[in-house]
Nanobody, 119 residues
Framework: QVQLVESGGGLVQPGGSLRLSCAASGSIFSIYAMNWYRQAPGKQRELVAA???????NYADSVKGRFTISRDNAKNTVYLQMNSLKPEDTAVYYC????WGPGHEFDYWGQGTQVTASS
């Protein structure tokens, strides 16, 4: 079993910054992918940013140049630094961790954290 704990969401004015964290714990041998998704009201969940265990990153076009994903492999933690936030970034943000435990592959989701960019 793997547990994910997200933190860092909140209310910020447009142009402001927030940093999300997602820490994984439990029966983990290795993590090969750490992702951040978001879902706004009435919209489908979308991939925001992804990072592999080798450090390769991928971003949605809408956040390129503003968001930065990073990971601390020693702590099994992934971060999302969000700068220059816009009202359209308002959504519930979910972390997603994929890897290997004892004898099985896993794919877990965090509980979600609300990010609101509004004046």
């Amino acid at each position: 079993q793997v547990q994910l704990v997200e933190s860092g969401g909140g209310l910020v004015q447009p142009g402001g910054s927030l940093r999300l964290s997602c820490a994984a714990s439990g029966s983990i041998f290795s993590i090969y992918a750490m992702n951040w998704y978001r879902q706004a009201p009435g919209k489908q969940r979308e991939l925001v940013a992804a990072i592999t265990n080798g450090g390769s990153t991928n971003y949605a076009d809408s956040v390129k140049g503003r968001f930065t994903i990073s990971r601390d492999n020693a702590k099994n933690t992934v971060y999302l630094q969000m700068n220059s936030l816009k009202p359209e970034d308002t959504a519930v943000y979910y972390c997603n961790i994929r890897g290997w435990g004892p004898g099985h592959e896993f794919d877990y989701w965090g509980q979600g954290t609300q990010v609101t960019a509004s004046s």
